[in-house]
DNA sequence: GCCCTCTATGTAAACGATTACATATTTGGG
DNA sequence: CCCAAATATGTAATCGTTTACATAGAGGGC
């Protein structure tokens, strides 16, 4: 492998001037400048970015720690969060890790050398004391359950999403409506369940508690809930389930059960994927904007890092927003838009 | 930041003496170990990975290229490099490169002194020449063109896969059949039109170039090349679209023109990803193993590493199935089994 | 008591870059 | 023509580890 001192070398001049070259620091004549440049280019001299990151104690790398991998809402979250970083000149150094506090601890730890910062999602109720983590590289804690005011953290407006879409539903006259709940130890699940129960309350209607069904975010999670839930005495008028894998689920049930969507059960999901739109029928869901979530985290984790970690710590919250189709037997007929290409596959 | 030196100044020995108790090599007695293990715990070193590989040439990382970052797949294929790289004590760097010769040239290059081996995914069939990058780190590419001798590859069998299942369509009595294809420059794209176009030669079907659709693997693509083709004046009978996006863009398509599927028209999709079974109808698939995939060229990649680059090249193939379900007419009712929960998202 | 072999530890040279500081050369103002 | 300032380049320390080699006791066989 080619160093700097063999440029150098090649280049009968010393490892500071090619350095100042590579660089652009410090002055340098026109001539020798060319004459590293041709060197360097003919002799295939490529910077060891290890050695350099050393010495500067710069990684341009960021740690993303996530609690697992499955699924289209984490290639979109690190699709945002690579677009960011790579408009900022970094690189993502991705890892799965245990959700509690022992296994985030020592994936951050394993970072120092590796990552100028971390980004992690720890979505588990359990971990809430990683708040306090006195940590030295600066960290954002994505979808976790944040009231400490050590690191930065980034959420979901969970329960005012469910919320709404629950709100939604009663307008349209349902009265009763069933839950297909999450993960049970999960950040997101809880508070969407929270919102559920919110916006019952407010229209008066008193919680049934076998309208709410456990889950998992699985599409089987949620079909087996649909059989359960259409073998009550009292069955619901509609279902709204934590997430778009298990309303697809539960679609799937309806289906094979004969009964008819949104005419005698109305259903709707939570994340709005791209795929919602494409039920039959077309998934009512509270959209989620996942690539600004990874977009947003990255951002203020760079804002970390160049403030050293010293700055006064943020907690902000993404938006959503209410998408209306068919399952809820909101509008006609939604058309996707034949040439909008929302999604874009390269490959497969 | 606490150093080794701290540590060493702190427990009064040297530090090659810490470094020995931490890595386990060289012989310490069992009083000064026991000592240094304390000191270290108490002052919360750790060490920094990037001076460790600085001298040990080793940095424990891989290197992957992706073209792009959307949908299932590749959050698939990176769950299935993490998985085996994790097992390995392996980290992932993972980028996103244009795909063209420049694009990952460019990429591999970055990662000098960052990974230890590179997993390039680049579908552009005009990355043709990448096949003799003269890469002085192993190198494994995924789905690509692979024709040379310089590096490893692993492909999915598409021509075959699509093969059995235009075969499976044409033993369904089916004769005029169309396919969706993917995106123009697209290696997989390519050569499952190939497999499609076999069965078809194999059956004594002409070609018929109206039956050939261009497509781009999204759910849009799918949509729209089906209202072209039920426009025909003489329209297929089946549809065979180069990837499950597409075919379930397909479905929507024909479900809002109210043609029945399989009845009036079958349809096929490629890749088999976890929602394909919970269509409407539950749609038949290739399925592609894309957890194995991407295990697969992490083993393969630390094949290279260990052997220090100089072993025979492989160039394997992972194989795909058939999954028959309603969309093509094939099984009764194929039921998703409730609890086996082969997808699990842990959040959202 | 001598020498050899272990065991335990320390010293210092790497790894491949960056950069403060020193030095040499040129330039230009007076 | 001299000296200060500017420009161009080199020397060597540094980042935080690992590890080859050196050293110093301890133990044991003769």
Redesign the pocket.
Known sequence: ????????REA?????????V??G?????????RLIREVAGRMR????????S????KTQTLGVLLPDLYGEFFSEIIRGMDDTAQRNGFHLLISRAYADRHGIETAIRAM??RADGVVAMSPDLDAESLLNLPSTIPVVLLCSVSRGNEVDSLTIQNSRGAREMVAHLISRGHKRIAIIKGSPRNYDAAERLRGYRMALREAGITLDPLLEREGDFTEAAGYSAVLKLIALKNRPTAIFAANDSMAIGALSALRESGIAVPEEMAVAGFDDIPLARYMDPPLSSVHVPIWELGARAVELLLHGITHKNDHPRRRERVSTKLVIRRSTGGVPAERPPPQTLKRKLVSV
Not at 25 to 33: F, K, L, M
Not at 54 to 57: E, K, V, Y
């Open positions: 492998m080619v160093t700097i001192k063999d440029v150098a009968r001049v010393s490892v500071a001037t090619v350095s100042r590579l660089n620091s410090g002055p340098v004549s026109e001539e020798t400048r001299y490529v910077p060891h970015s290890g050695a350099r050393l010495i500067t104690s120092r050398g």
